[in-house]
């Protein structure tokens, strides 16, 4: 029977590798500036400030980008409840500073996005800061999970976020929405590779209880949705809209992640491991 270890013994085991993997992440990630990618010559002052208030005319976006740029912020948004379900896993030395930066670039997106569709005058300030009290009242909250359940959740999480991204770049709606886009997805595919790869040193570690995990937060993985202004969810709308489809899940975000992991070609699993395998085998 394979060894299994404690989210306390994991935390310390894997500690070196997070070490390790933060200083890479930090070397290569780009250190972009959102204040760069705003056209603030375009912006004016609504009514309250002399100017005036904003009408759907306004607004050179089409439908779809509105749509994805909405939801991106409003899921930035709720980053404290996120740095919050992350956090209370993750309170110790270099996970803690892991932490710690993953915050700091997501804090970044919402910056950028916020910014841009106020000073675009892309959709309703109005009703965003509505939604935006009503998500972030509302708050995240995750079951309790098991350490290297929350490592490949996230993996998962970060990589249907690159996706989101990169069909909004591939809109082609304008110079700036697509640089926007393309900058969110670079930072999410290498929050998905780091925490990638820490599901791989837990993998070699303990492989029956990291491949139950896999399998468990396939079953369960939603992408995080909110409430549109308008009314209606994200993720009904995203899907019409062709920039994430739940129904590719499988295609576009679990199957690079397992076969990165090596799930189907591992040697090393006892009967556990081959009982949660078998629960993979259509992403194979």
Do not use: C
């Not at 070397?27 to 959102?34: I, K, N, S, Y």
Request: charged letters at 25%; glycine letters at 6%; a negative charge.
């Amino acid at each position: 029977m394979q060894k299994t270890l404690t989210d306390r013994e994991l935390l310390s085991e894997l500690a070196p590798v997070v070490e390790t993997n933060l200083a890479r992440h930090i070397e290569v990630a780009e250190g972009w500036q959102p204040h760069d990618l705003v056209p603030w010559a375009d912006g004016r002052n609504f009514e309250f400030m002399g100017g005036t208030d904003w009408s759907p005319e306004q607004s050179q976006l089409s439908e779809t980008a509105a749509l994805a740029l909405t939801v991106s912020v409003l899921v930035a948004d709720n980053l404290p409840s996120y740095h919050r379900e992350l956090g209370k896993y993750l309170r110790t030395g270099p996970w803690w500073r892991w932490v710690g930066r993953w915050t700091a670039e997501e804090n970044r997106h919402e910056i950028l996005i916020r910014n841009y569709l106020m000073v675009s005058r892309s959709v309703d300030p109005v009703a965003l800061e509505r939604a935006r009290m009503s998500h972030m009242v509302a708050g995240f909250n995750r079951p309790s999970l098991h350490l290297i359940d929350v490592l490949v959740a996230s993996a998962f999480e970060e990589a249907a976020a690159a996706v989101r991204h990169r069909n909004t770049a591939a809109l082609g709606e304008n110079a700036y929405v697509t640089a926007i886009a393309n900058k969110l997805a670079a930072d999410d595919e290498l929050q998905a590779e780091f925490f990638a790869d820490l599901v791989a040193a837990a993998l070699d570690l303990v492989p029956d209880q990291a491949l139950r995990a896999i399998a468990d937060q396939v079953a369960a993985f939603k992408v995080p949705f909110v409430e549109l202004p308008g009314g209606g969810s994200s993720d009904t709308a995203l899907a019409a809209a062709g920039i994430y489809d739940p129904a590719r899940e499988g295609e576009l975000v679990f199957a690079p992640l397992l076969k990165r992991w090596n799930v189907f070609g591992r040697t090393d699993l006892g009967e556990a491991g081959e009982a949660a395998r078998a629960e993979l085998t259509q992403y194979h």
